[in-house]
């Protein structure tokens, strides 16, 4: 019974697969479902929130420790799978990949001036910001 559980849980939250390619591992192209809501602080000392998952703030943190971005913090966990956060999901999900642990740089997440508009909400629906 404990496995059926664990099992539920891993594929619910859809953990990334590592499969090879060539000489290095690299994330499987997949769906992103967000979760959470992080606080970015780009090294010149201005920062943004995210809408990110579990995975993403892993890649955030290890961009913090080489020095392309300055700090990550979650500032909510377990956000509600609002159409907002569906909508961002898809946005993100068609213009983005996750960075693998290989990563040379910090990939920010480039929104439209429509997805600021679904992010803005997403904040004001979970009293962030």
Do not use: C
């Not at 993403?56 to 909510?76: C, D, P, S, T």
């Not at 999901?89 to 996750?98: G, I, P």
């Not at 997403?122 to 910001?129: A, D, Q, S």
């Amino acid at each position: 019974m404990p496995i059926t559980v664990i099992l539920t849980v891993i594929f619910r939250f859809k953990v990334p697969i590592m499969v090879s390619e060539g000489s290095r591992m690299v994330l499987e192209k997949q769906q992103q479902v967000l979760t959470l809501i992080e606080e970015i602080t780009r090294n010149d000392g201005t920062s943004y929130y995210e809408i990110g998952n579990m995975v993403h703030n892993g890649r955030a943190e290890l961009a913090a420790e080489r020095g392309f971005i300055k700090q990550v913090r979650i500032l909510q966990l377990n956000i509600p799978h609002s159409r907002n956060v569906i909508k961002y999901e898809d946005y993100v999900n068609s213009h983005y990949q996750m960075q693998d642990e290989s990563m040379d740089h910090w990939e920010e997440w480039k929104r439209t001036p429509e997805m600021d508009q679904v992010v803005e909400d997403i904040l004001k629906e979970n009293h962030v910001g």
